[in-house]
């Protein structure tokens, strides 16, 4: 079975990952014990991630160890090159880099942003599964999970699951029309 691109990102409910300054402390409005939205399960799933530059520097600012050593990291960057202690950096065709990432042996692959590196898979229908968690919050203004431009697409619910916290986390497979 062929490997699949899951975004698992969590929005406000006005559509924001982050706030104009990257600031992302509205996510800890549903922090609630032992509650992780089943982040632990999903990421039994997946073996490779897919990250902006952005995203990667948001995680080496919370200052503690790396959460995904045991997977494959790629760090999508025009400027960046090779690899560093955690991942490697990517700058070429990202079609070129699906489809090979899907052509090897391995589990699912984990995007988890941000609104760039969303907006081109999405640009060149590259996303196969949705799962998105979205926060009783409304930010205002910031970055958008979903940026204008893209071709329009169809997605179909597969489930949604509503925590006493407020979350609403939704599950949405790509349509193949």
Known sequence: MSRKVILYIAMSIDGYIAKDDDNIDFLSTVEWPDEDYGYAAFQKEVDTLIWGRKTYDKVLSFGIEFPHKDKRC????????????????YGGNLNDLIAQLKSEEGKDI??????????????????????????????????????????????????SITYPSGLVQLWYDRKNV
Do not use: A, T, W
Request: charged share 30%; hydrophobic share 40%.
């Open 110 to 159: 984990y995007c988890d942003g941000g609104g760039e590196v969303v907006f081109e898979l999405l640009k060149h229908g590259l996303i196969d599964k949705m799962i998105i968690s979205v926060i009783p919050h409304l930010v205002g203004k910031g970055v958008r999970l979903f940026k204008d431009g893209r071709p329009e697409q169809s997605v179909k619910l597969l489930k």
């Open 74 to 89: 790629i760090v999508l960057s025009n400027n960046l090159k090779g690899k560093d202690e955690n991942v490697e950096f």
